[in-house]
């Protein structure tokens, strides 16, 4: 039997959620942007949080805020709960639920670094980054890729920036985000495993070489 991720359930209780009338979904920076899709395609607006302990200077308190009446999107047994009541009342299995989704993969790997070198691997990493901006661009104007509010915007404020950095790939993104003490954390989104484990290894060869070029320097 194949494993159903968290983040998949989070998904269908979401997509229950708008269908239910919630309006206004809070989630966190670096829940997969699938989510987004789900949530904007049943009428609802997204709401991002960042998962630091709570910050008023963090511009997300209208989020935070919401949450507290949403705690089946955050907390697995709050989760559980929600998600035997919305198989209850929609007589479906959660098979069934899913297969109704978008298409998604989100797949973690760490990496672990000296943390003196965090900060100039993540500005190399910016230089990179900058270099491979025109690619977003095209997607967009050729009318392909993702179709959500965030994606679509000409002066779009990428939400999946502001915890850590984003590195666009054809098929997919990478969040980077640093760890507390050393290394850091890779969130890779795609439509399919393979995809995303490529953008891992891709993610993951990029950070060695900046190392190597620090030695070598």
Do not use: M, Q, T, W
């Given at each position: 039997m194949e494993t159903i991720d968290f983040w998949h359930i989070i998904a269908a209780?979401?997509?229950?959620a708008a269908q239910r009338g919630e309006t206004e979904i809070a989630l966190p920076y670096l829940?997969?942007?699938a989510l987004q899709i789900?949530?904007?395609?049943?009428?609802?607006d997204v709401l991002r949080y960042i998962s630091c302990p709570f910050d008023e200077?963090?511009?997300d308190i209208k989020a935070k805020s919401k949450i507290l009446s949403q705690?089946?999107?955050k907390d697995a047994c709050f989760a559980a709960v929600r998600l035997c009541s919305v198989l209850h009342n929609s007589n479906k299995t959660l098979g069934e639920h899913i297969k109704a989704l978008?298409?998604?993969i989100s797949k973690n790997a760490d990496i672990e670094v000296d943390n003196d070198k965090k900060t100039r691997i993540m500005r190399s990493l910016n230089e990179h980054i900058k270099k491979l901006s025109d690619i977003e661009k095209n997607i967009r104007n050729t009318g392909e890729g993702c179709s959500c509010s965030i994606c679509r915007s000409e002066n779009k404020n990428d939400y999946r920036s502001k915890e850590g950095m984003k590195l666009d790939f054809l098929n997919g993104f990478v969040n980077i985000v640093p760890k507390k003490g050393s290394?850091?954390?890779l969130i890779a989104e795609a439509l399919n495993t393979e995809a995303a484990e490529e953008m891992l290894h891709a993610t993951d060869d990029r950070i060695k070489s900046i190392i190597e070029s620090f030695n070598i320097g």
């Open positions: 209780l979401v997509k229950d829940a997969p942007h789900i949530a904007e395609r049943e009428g609802a200077n963090s511009g705690l089946y999107l978008p298409k998604f290394g850091f954390r």
